[in-house]
């Protein structure tokens, strides 16, 4: 996310200026063009805040050196000789690139501010003591602007969601909406556990089927350099002096034979598929078809389709305050959940439901066809009985134990596979090694 500012001037000689948070410069000049366009306006400047490092000394004290993000130089000057310093020099950082926290500072923040919160402290000496304490970069120079904006009086659901790209799309949400909300503590306990929980199902995720991947992956490699080179070097020592392969001998040297001569018809066959899967992806149509098949992957497959629903119902009872307002939680908790096929199908076929034809949420849910038999008859009973707020952490807290428990006993029947194949594959090695050294060229030299 970037910041920039603009100055125009109307028709009339009137001097204009605004800000414009942009996820790319492109984005921000098509934008304010676009607003020049409407209302008539001349654009004068364009100015992106950028990072400035400056060196200054106050009478003669050792210079100091620090950083400050701007619009321009010139800015940075005035405002250290307004406090009083010697301005030394001030110059634009050139590699100004700033990646994303990872998510294990976003959960510690989230989960010591819930803490501290709840102890009563100030929302702005919370954030003093993080920017003191946080160790990543990114992460503290974005809550040294979030304390400077927020002193300003800027609404706090504005500021949050400026920097959406540092704390993600429902993170920001969250945050922004705690300020406002008579339960900041509550509401960020609750994202707390979501993120916690979110990066414990991607750790276990990433166990069950990223490592035993890369693990495969390797293996064939290994193999692939055995059968390619090292095998071939013995093997045609036979063929040269004229002697009989074995079956399994004969066949490894023609496999390896047909990779060499294949190879790069071989790399382009297997690098193409995964290349165009990768960006078809990214594509709105592709993700919505690969989230919906996702969760029809055997095995695998209903624990992300539970835990979208976990994560959905545990955002839906952090939010919902009551029916009259029950919309927006529910589009936010289909938001949360990280599958656009199931957030797909609450935001154009349930929600529309509710809007349009006033059903009820459990009619809508079963409409929109990504609920399990189980949250639906939940769903319905705290309907009935007015406790639907209740029921939806009822359900986060079974899908959670549910999906943990079964998780652990699938990475380890995972771990049991791989160290099968990788057995059989050894065997298998073991067999074309044993067979060539039984190749003896005694008959051939008799005659």
């Known amino acids: 996310m970037i910041e920039v500012r603009f100055n125009a001037v109307k028709i009339n000689g009137q001097p204009i200026n605004g800000t414009l948070n942009t996820m790319s410069y492109k984005e921000a000049k098509d934008k304010i063009h676009r607003l020049a366009e409407k209302n008539q306006l001349k654009i004068i400047s364009i100015d992106k805040k950028s990072a400035f490092l400056y060196k200054i000394r106050k009478g003669t004290d050792k210079p100091l050196t620090g950083e400050q993000r701007a619009y321009s130089k010139e800015e940075v000057a005035t405002a250290l000789r307004k406090l009083g310093y010697t301005v030394i020099s001030v110059n634009k950082k050139w590699f100004d690139f700033s990646p994303k926290p990872p998510t294990q500072a976003i959960v510690s923040f989230v989960k010591i501010s819930a803490e501290l919160l709840e102890q009563k402290l100030p929302f702005s000496e919370i954030l003093t003591l993080m920017i003191n304490d946080v160790e990543n970069k990114t992460l503290r120079e974005t809550l040294k602007q979030i304390n400077n904006e927020m002193k300003k009086g800027t609404d706090s659901q504005a500021v949050f969601m400026r920097y959406e790209s540092v704390f993600g799309k429902f993170t920001s949400y969250m945050l922004g909406l ?80 047909f990779l060499m001569n294949n190879f790069i018809i071989i790399i382009i066959l297997a690098m193409a598929p995964p290349i165009a899967l990768i960006y078809w992806a990214r594509t709105k149509k592709g993700r919505l078809f690969l989230d919906k098949w996702q969760m029809k992957i055997p095995i695998i497959g209903s624990l992300i389709h539970k835990t979208a629903i976990e994560v959905f119902c545990r955002v839906f009872y952090t939010l919902y305050s009551g ?90 029947m995972i771990q049991v596979m791989i160290a099968m194949v990788i057995m059989v594959v050894m065997i298998g090695l073991t067999l074309v090694s044993a067979e060539t050294a039984t190749i003896s060229p005694k008959s051939t030299m008799s005659q």
């Open 178 to 257: 705690a300020s406002k909300s008579g339960n900041m503590a509550e509401i960020y306990k609750a994202t707390a556990k979501f993120l916690e929980r979110q990066q414990e199902f991607k750790k276990s995720l990433r166990s069950a089927l990223i490592t035993p991947f890369i693990t495969l992956f390797i293996l064939f490699l290994a193999v692939l350099f055995y059968v390619g080179y090292i095998f071939p070097e013995t093997a045609k020592l036979f063929v040269k002096f004229k002697i009989d392969l074995p079956p399994m001998t004969k066949a490894t040297l023609a496999l390896s034979d």
């Open 323 to 412: 029916s009259a307002e029950s919309i927006e939680p529910i589009r936010i908790a289909s938001e949360a959940c990280g599958n656009a096929y199931f957030e797909s199908q609450i935001k154009n076929v349930a929600i529309p439901l509710m809007v349009k034809r006033g059903m009820g949420i459990t009619e809508s849910f079963e409409a929109s066809g990504v609920f399990t038999e189980t949250a639906l008859s939940r769903f319905h009973s705290g309907e009935e009985t007015g406790t639907i707020k209740n029921t939806a952490l009822q359900l986060a807290n079974y899908y959670e134990s549910e999906t943990v428990y079964r998780l652990k006993n699938i990475i380890e």
